[in-house]
């Protein structure tokens, strides 16, 4: 038998490692931007052993989707059904945390998992938060259990969204508050918010360009950017394949282009909604009420926006960041105006916890854009941020 240096040093729990690293990666680059061979270099480990452990890289990828939601059962039955929503909802905090750098894997890259492990996936998930609905209902016996069980996992989800550095504990105590805020708040108390908003059209695709980028949108959101060719973006558009190049240079001009529209779009939302309020917390209300209409109205390129933007090029990605950091500084402003106790991380890290509520919020309500789903779903961004 063998026992060289490398078996004396093996670690036992190799195959734990190898997924938690990879999620990071799969999370930071997309399924289709992570090779064998990078994960191999990141663990720290040769390729050839990187498939001793799997045979391909989607067994890699299914069992990285897996690793948060099965600790989230596993945080949510150490508790009996009797426990206090409070302890639950803290220990289902300290796990999205432990998991930060690999958690944003199942909000986006889950979509290339096979049918059968989407399933999977969406049933383990369905029981965290039946479990966390159960405590909710007895607690806080307001309308709309699940909506609320939903949008709170979105709140305490979100750190798994961006980087901003902040000490655990600190996050723990930030996000659990966020939590408690979203399950507290009764759903109708946003009622008749749509005034707040001026939400622009997007733009009727008036051009060959824009005919492109508008048969593209619903393709990249449904199938994933990296998935969809230029032959079947030029099928919904009517053209042959060859003729997407006078318009655009390659296939990720499009997404740009999408990016852009995107962000440009959300802009405006909150230009317009924010002259409309009267003092510091309706603006923050208004805030949130533009961003719900814009998420329900413009969903599939909202989603395109969120889910891609990693995948880009540095040089291509900057400016589209730049944006995303000029609307966040807008809400940290008027959030800080509201509680000046936050510092700027703090802030930050709220308003991505309300972002976080609107996404799981609106998957709830399967992005059913009526005035009622928009109301209920600002009031639980407000809840998330004010509370």
């Not at 734990?16 to 690293?21: G, K, P, R, Y």
Request: proline share 5%; with cysteine; aromatic share 6%.
């Amino acid at each position: 038998m063998t026992t060289g240096p490398a078996a004396a040093t093996r670690p036992r729990n190799r195959r734990q490692l190898i997924v938690e690293a990879a999620g990071q990666v799969f999370s930071e680059r997309g399924y289709h931007g992570a090779s064998m061979e990078h994960l191999a270099a990141v663990v720290g480990i040769s390729a050839a052993a990187l498939y001793r452990h799997f045979p391909n890289k989607y067994a890699l990828f299914a069992e990285c989707a897996d690793l948060i939601v099965d600790n989230l059962i596993a945080a949510v039955d150490e508790w009996p059904p009797e426990a206090a929503l409070r302890d639950v909802l803290l220990a289902l905090t300290r796990v999205t945390v432990s998991h930060r750098s690999s958690g944003g894997l199942y909000r986006w890259e889950a979509r290339y998992l096979a049918r059968e492990d989407r399933r999977l996936l969406r049933t383990k998930f369905a029981y965290v938060v039946e479990r966390v609905t159960e405590m909710v209902r007895r607690e806080y016996p307001l309308p709309d259990e699940r909506l609320r069980a939903m949008a709170t996992l979105g709140a305490i989800g979100s750190i798994t969204m961006h980087h901003t550095s902040i000490a655990q504990r600190r996050v723990e105590e930030l996000l659990l508050a966020s939590a408690l805020g979203v399950v507290a708040t009764d759903p109708v108390a946003a009622a008749g918010t749509a005034h707040l908003v001026e939400l622009p059209a997007q733009p009727v695709p008036r051009t060959r360009r824009a005919e492109i980028l508008a048969a593209a949108i619903p393709l990249f959101a449904r199938d994933g950017f990296a998935t969809v060719t230029n032959v079947q973006i030029a099928q919904a558009v009517g053209l042959a394949p060859s003729a997407i190049y006078r318009h655009y240079p390659g296939k990720v001009d499009i997404l740009v282009a999408a990016c852009l529209q995107a962000a440009g779009l959300l802009a405006q939302a909150v230009d317009r909604s924010l002259c409309r309020a009267a003092d510091p917390r309706q603006a923050v209300v208004a805030l949130a009420a533009a961003y719900v209409a814009y998420c329900f109205e413009h969903n599939a390129l909202n989603s395109v926006a969120q889910a891609e933007v990693a995948g880009l090029p540095a040089d291509l990605r900057r400016p589209l960041i730049v944006a995303q950091r000029e609307h966040i500084a807008v809400w940290e402003q008027q959030l800080r105006t509201v509680r000046p106790e936050l510092d700027p991380r703090q802030a930050r890290l709220l308003v991505h916890a309300g972002f976080g509520v609107v996404v799981e919020a609106g998957r709830a309500l399967r992005w059913q854009n009526t005035p009622g789903h928009r109301d209920a779903v600002t009031a639980l961004v407000t809840g998330a941020l004010t509370r």
